[in-house]
């Protein structure tokens, strides 16, 4: 899993405009041009706990480029696309997509493989072969994130 030296994260609408057009044919896994509509695990997602993913400057740093609406959090990012809303503007194959993968959808991103293990660059020693979030958390975020709809 990619996970840079500063883990510039969560760059959940990265791509946004691309993400927006029309899903195409699927492919491998369960993957169409933008969205991946099969979720990674039997269990649905818990928003609550996808939010404290989301908020948590130490596991998926989302706020480090992202803002949103979390008022009791100071310092937000201002790299990314407000969070705000992005429930309503994508779906959530495209947000699970996003975060599982932003490279697919736009290679040249700073926004890290959440998701991935194969064919990353400056992975540290210790994250090599490893996913930054786990299937549960990616299912957690990808929840929480489509409740954003104002």
Do not use: W
Request: glycine residues 12%; hydrophobic residues 45%; aromatic residues 6%.
């Amino acid at each position: 899993m990619r996970l840079f030296a500063v883990a510039a994260v969560a760059c959940i609408a990265a791509g946004l405009a691309s993400a927006q057009g029309a899903q195409g044919a699927a492919g491998a896994g369960g993957v169409v041009a933008d969205a991946m509509p099969q979720p990674l695990t039997s269990a649905p997602g818990d928003p609550a706990r996808g939010r404290a993913i989301v908020v948590n400057r130490q596991a998926g740093l989302c706020l480090l480029c992202h803002s949103g609406p979390f008022e009791e959090e100071r310092f937000q990012g201002d790299l990314a696309p407000d969070l705000r809303g992005v429930g309503r503007r994508l779906s959530v194959g495209q947000l699970r997509f996003i975060i599982a993968d932003p490279g697919r959808l736009k290679p040249d991103t700073i926004m890290p493989s959440y998701y991935r293990t194969e064919g990353l660059v400056r992975v540290a020693a210790a994250y090599q072969g490893k996913t930054v979030l786990s299937a549960e958390q990616v299912e957690d975020v990808v929840a929480f994130l489509a409740t954003l709809r104002d």
